[in-house]
Structure formats: structure tokens, C-alpha cells
């Protein structure tokens, strides 16, 4: 048995231990609206309900471990006093991911991410249209647990509104717990996946990711990829240039074959094999050829 006395190790270590030793922990995919109107998008895995009357659902933004900066979500749910809260599935695990990029202020995640703005009813942020449950809240309180990097802010939320996607519900009108598929956060690139188990989903660049909205046309508007393929897609510093393209392909006489006469959604269902198997490289590669 190994003890460990909080005060003797890093911040950074501590955390990791932490986030491993305790989870699966739900997703809170917060939205937010700073009060120029910029949107925000932002995923947060310290969070959970702890009331139902009055409806009560609390996530914790924290100070940056490396600087001790604080997020955009926290200031703005600061400043406008609501936010949407809205749940994570697999069909969206990809792009939620690449939300937690740390774009500059007043970068739109919905945007980068490619996800769907849908005006609330009751509260001015966004909500995911994608997400399964999707949560209004005013913001009652934010409660800082300290000042260094690490500390965690509770915001504590009250529900005025909850929206539910009908695909989710079962006959008797409760959430089917197979069909919302939701996913939760693990320690270091892990997560769970209800009834599937354990997967991987890498951690955004340190550096900054296109997004999909710098994706191509043609393969932001495929019909061949999925969300989480374009999260994927976009999750990488550039698009490899044709020459450096084809000079990959003509390494690789099996890629070179299968693409040499495709048409466009061969060569999308082509890429889209690497993509399942995480080979984001030999799928751009595979897409920048042609």
C-alpha cells in the first residue's frame, strides 16, 4: 500500500491520481455566454446532481494547474449568471473533446467542434444540439475552493428547463439507459462507454487544432463521416499539402491501388477505415491525395 500526504507531492501529480483513482465521472458539456454575447463550449468532468427539489447540478471549473489562470466558462457563468449543461454521448465524444482545446477568448467551440447552436428558452446560452439532455441553468452560486492552481470553483445550478431528445426514452417515457449511450471521463486519455466498456480518445494538441469548420466542404458535408470522425479530422495542426500527399500514397502500393479509380465516397469510406483504427495521419493523407 502506497500512502501519499497531499502536501508532499505536486499539484500536477496529485491530480493525476486523483482524476484515476476516481471515476467513471459524468460529463458536464457546459455552454456559456460571456456578456458581449460570445458563445462557449466547454467539457468538465467535476460534476454530478445533488438535489432534485429544488433540481440542483454542480460542476467545478479549476484554476489552470500550469499558470493559474481561470477558464472562460467560470468567468462567464460569473458575469451572466446561467449556463446549459448538456450531457455526453459516443456519438459525440470526438468533437466534445475537441471543444477542450484551448482556443483564445471568443473563439466559438460550436464552431471549431461543429456542433449545433440551438437557442435556449429560458437562459441566453446555447444549447448542444447533438447531446441527448440538455439542462437550462441559472447559476445560484460559484463557490471558490482556493486560489492556487488546482483549486476547484463549484458552480452550483439550478435547473429551469431540461430538454430531452425522444430517441432516448423508452415506452414508459423514462431515459433508456442503453440508448442515451452516455460516456464519462477516466483517467488519463480514458473513458467508459455504458455497456461497451473502456476507450481511448487522445488528448486535444497542446498546440491549437483546425476545427471542423476549416475542414474541406466536401468532407465537412460527407455523408460517409460521423461526428466524431470530423472531430478527429479536426483535430490535427494542418491539412498535409497535396505533394506531401501523394508522395505517401505512392509509398503505399495497397492505398495507391484502392484510390487510384475511386470516386469521392470510396475514397471517404477508404479514409474512414483508418479513422476507426485512429490513424488520423494516413486518413488525412488518404483525403489530401485526391
Known sequence: ?????????????LHGLILGAIGPR??????????????????????????????????????????????????NAKSTKEVVINIVNYDIVQQMSLSSTEYPEGVNEFVKSGLTMVPSEKVKAYRVGESPVQFECKVNQVVPMGT????GNLIICEVVLMHINEDVMDENNRIDQYKIDQ????????????????????????????????????????TVFTGNDLGKLGNVEGIPAKSEALEFVNNHNDIKDKIREANLIEIHKFAKQYLDQDDIDTAWNILAAK
Open 26 to 75: 459524468p460529463i458536464a458539456f457546459a455552454s456559456t455566454m460571456d456578456v458581449n454575447g460570445n458563445a462557449n463550449l466547454s467539457p468538465f468532468s467535476f460534476f454530478n446532481v445533488f438535489s432534485a427539489n429544488p433540481p440542483i447540478l454542480i460542476f467545478s471549473p479549476a484554476r489552470r494547474v500550469r499558470d493559474n489562470t481561470t477558464k472562460h466558462t467560470l468567468e
Open 183 to 222: 460516456v464519462a471521463r477516466m483517467g488519463g486519455n480514458w473513458y467508459s462507454r455504458a455497456n461497451m466498456g473502456m476507450f481511448e480518445v487522445p488528448k486535444p494538441l497542446s498546440s491549437i487544432g483546425i476545427g471542423v469548420d476549416a475542414l474541406p466542404e466536401e468532407v465537412r458535408n460527407s
Open 148 to 151: 492556487e492552481g488546482g483549486a
Open 1 to 13: 500500500m502506497i500512502t501519499i500526504d497531499p502536501s508532499e507531492v505536486t499539484t500536477g501529480k
